[in-house]
């Protein structure tokens, strides 16, 4: 009889910012119902229980191969209880209970057909689940009152429901590039979000715009917005100077990470090629319209940053927003520091520290770099 291996056991660092974090990695069949829990959690608000099980899934996807048995687990971070219980349960019975009925639940459901309502929250959601309203036509059926953003959330739903892909990515950024070029000559246009960490689908496409020259990037948004207006590219803009989660569900939901930058939430018209249309229409006697729209809405997001906070700008807007959020506590209770999206603050030494990478950023954290690539955590 062997006995395991002690190498078998991997040692995996707290902290997401301290791991390697593949796009794709070997407990998919754990992480993913660990994150219909967060998910559930997030919708009842319970802010402790939706991080606990995000944590537990982000760990996961460190190690190095699939988790057999419990033993597997042991000195990992992260693991609490609860976790744990699902985990023995999806290894011993190839599912976990409380999983499948939450995945069956009716709150659960609908709590997600309505927050993937473009601009509508989980507040609102809730609110709405108590009304006894399910579903994005239940809001039009009962006359609720929608603001702008969730009128065109409601408009375009099943498009937005639908993954952008990489190559429908790589379309928008050649037009927002274009755009961004012709509106300042020596710009600088950024992919960010999930797609710069190598992801091959998202649920909208980031973008950071800046440019060389300190204080150029001044009012260059609306001049982009109009580029591409003009160009009958946008279905839907709305520009703001404040925090993401702010406009998104009220101020409420302001974050202690106050992001100031000109940010724009847009959603654009992207003409389609035949064979992305969904239907075929190559079929005889199929007319123009059977075939499907010739274009879809895609979720696009636009920030402009100044040159000297790019680095910061970059590093905060690609994620994932586990990287991010353990980032932020890293600086905060391992080096005194405070991060933002703008910049990095040493609390002890009462001085900003400049950045012109985002190797420089890590440097300064004392953290070992990780590419974007292996920031999927
Ligand atoms: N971000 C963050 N915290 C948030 C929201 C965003 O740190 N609450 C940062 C990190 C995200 C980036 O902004 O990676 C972009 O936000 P998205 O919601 O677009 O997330 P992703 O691009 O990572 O995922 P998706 O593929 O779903 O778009
Ligand atoms: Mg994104």
């Known amino acids: 009889k062997t006995s395991p291996k002690p190498s078998a056991h991997v040692a995996v660092k707290s902290y997401a910012c301290q791991r390697r974090s593949p796009l794709n990695h ?23 229980r939706n991080i606990a099980f995000r944590r537990s899934a982000s760990v996961l996807k460190a190690l190095p191969r699939v988790v057999r048995r419990m033993e597997d687990l042991k000195n990992l971070p992260c693991l609490g209880g609860h976790s744990l219980r699902v985990i023995k349960e999806i290894l011993e019975d190839g599912a976990s209970q409380e999983v499948e009925t939450t995945k069956q639940s009716e709150q659960f459901q609908a709590m997600k057909a309505l927050t993937g309502v473009f601009g509508v929250g989980v507040k609102s959601a809730d609110r709405w689940f108590r009304e006894g309203l399910r579903n994005p036509s239940d809001l039009i059926r009962t006359g609720q009152k929608l603001n ?3 009128q065109a959330g409601v408009r375009y739903y099943n498009d937005l429901n639908k993954p952008v892909t990489k190559k429908e ?14 509106v300042l000559p020596g710009a600088i246009l950024t992919l960010t979000g999930g797609f710069r960490r190598g992801k091959e689908v998202g649920h909208d496409v980031d973008f950071l715009i800046t440019h ?23 279905l839907y803009q709305k520009t703001t100077r404040n925090s993401y989660l702010e406009s998104r569900d009220g101020p409420e939901r302001a974050p202690h990470h106050m992001d100031r930058f000109e940010r724009c939430f847009s959603i654009f018209k992207l003409e389609q090629t035949k064979e992305c249309s969904g239907t075929t229409a190559g079929a005889a006697g199929m007319s123009e319209q059977q075939s499907g729209p010739s274009w879809r809405a895609v979720r696009v997001d ?15 807007w690609t994620g994932s927003k586990l990287f991010e959020r353990d980032l932020r506590r890293w600086a905060g209770q391992e080096r005194g520091m405070s991060l933002s999206n703008h910049a990095l603050y040493d609390s002890k030494r009462h001085h900003y520290l400049h ?8 440097t300064h954290l004392g953290l070992e770099y990780i590419p974007p690539s292996e920031r999927n955590a």
């Open 26 to 48: 070997h407990n998919t069949f754990l992480t993913e119902p660990l994150e219909i829990l967060a998910e559930n959690a997030e919708f009842m608000e319970n802010e402790g």
């Open 148 to 150: 702008h953003t969730q």
């Open 169 to 182: 990515a790589e379309a928008i950024s050649d037009m927002v590039g274009k755009a961004v070029r012709a």
């Open 302 to 316: 636009l920030v402009v940053s100044p040159y000297s906070q790019f680095a910061y700008a970059t590093l905060g």
């Open 355 to 362: 950045a012109s990478s985002e190797e420089e950023i890590f």
């Open 212 to 234: 060389p020259e300190e204080g150029a990037e001044e009012g260059m948004m609306p001049k982009v917005l109009k580029w591409l207006e003009d160009q009958g590219l946008l």
